[in-house]
């Protein structure tokens, strides 16, 4: 580990909490996650500390395949930027991740914030590709026409969805990607299987999605097969399956391919864009 850099103890929360709580104009995820993440046996908090072995500052690091790390939340406190320390920590993050066999190391931004953009590419990433992101507030009367409505795909369907998800343009633009939450991953076929077992992978006439239910939060999609002729068909059909199961929110991630960006904003969204950068790791 490098001089100054350790572990995160659950200790630390109650410390780093008060100078992460007013990050962006709505808050920070941090106090919350914080604690998730430190629990987490397969991921590691970093820590650059003071001389009293204070934290001023941390990210987050987990490896998201045996190839490729992820690192998240990078945060340094107000009164100690401008002297590295981001680097730093970005440089014991990629570390660990290195002994754990990554190949390479991604991290994202919103398309909007110009520093962290400067200061990731600053650091040597390159971006990758772009999405959308956006919520919806859901209609609890919205309905789709009946052919149109999401059902359950059986796992016979997983090897078409696969087929059809490579061959499409979501797949190209997205590099193969799959966002899990807000860490993001090469896809993988099993992806689609395990999708069907778990009773996440649905379908109608339009395409295949995946879609994580996590009450209270609302629906999730991880992972779409579409074409832009068909999008805003399965997207009222995803509109229509929120409302049906009572729940008040739904976030959609895609990878912005002006289309994806228009279907979502004549579905009723306001989306907003997100940067994949990645590192190789020497």
């Known amino acids: 580990m490098r001089p100054g850099i350790r572990p995160a103890r659950v200790e630390d929360v109650a410390v780093i909490a008060p100078w992460t709580i007013d990050t962006f104009h709505w808050g920070d995820y ?81 398309t909007d914030n110009d520093a962290a953009r400067n200061q990731v590419v600053s650091l040597g990433y390159r971006e990758v ?24 795909a059986p796992g016979s369907d997983a090897e078409a969805a696969w087929l059809a998800w490579v061959a499409g343009d979501l797949a190209r633009a997205g590099r193969e990607l799959i966002a899990l939450g807000w860490q993001w991953r090469t896809a993988r076929p099993e992806d689609v ?34 074409t832009p002729e ?12 929120a409302a049906e199961l009572g729940t008040t929110e739904l976030y959609v991630k895609l990878p912005d391919l002006g289309w994806t ?14 940067l994949v950068y990645a590192k190789p790791v020497p």
């Open 30 to 110: 941090i106090p919350e996650r914080l604690p998730i993440w430190i629990a987490d046996p397969e991921s590691e908090v970093l820590v650059h500390v003071d001389d009293d072995d204070s934290p001023i500052a941390l990210v987050h690091a987990v490896m998201l395949s045996p190839t490729e790390g992820w690192l998240e939340g990078a945060r340094v406190h107000p009164s100690h930027r401008r002297r590295g320390l981001g680097k730093t920590l970005n440089d014991a993050g990629i570390e660990w991740a290195a002994a754990r066999g990554a190949r390479v190391v991604r991290l994202t931004t919103e």
């Open 129 to 152: 590709s772009r999405w959308v992101y956006a919520s919806y507030e859901i209609d609890p009367t919205h309905r789709a026409p009946a052919q149109y409505r999401l059902r359950p």
């Open 193 to 226: 299987t395990s999708a069907a077992r778990e009773g996440e992978l649905f379908q109608s006439p339009a395409g295949w999605i995946r879609v994580r239910h996590t009450p209270p939060d609302g629906l999730h999609t991880l992972w779409m097969a579409t």
């Open 230 to 241: 068909e999008v805003l068909l399965l997207l009222d059909g995803l509109l229509d399956m």
């Open 261 to 274: 960006n228009e279907a979502l904003t004549r579905t009723g969204a306001e989306p907003r864009g997100i």
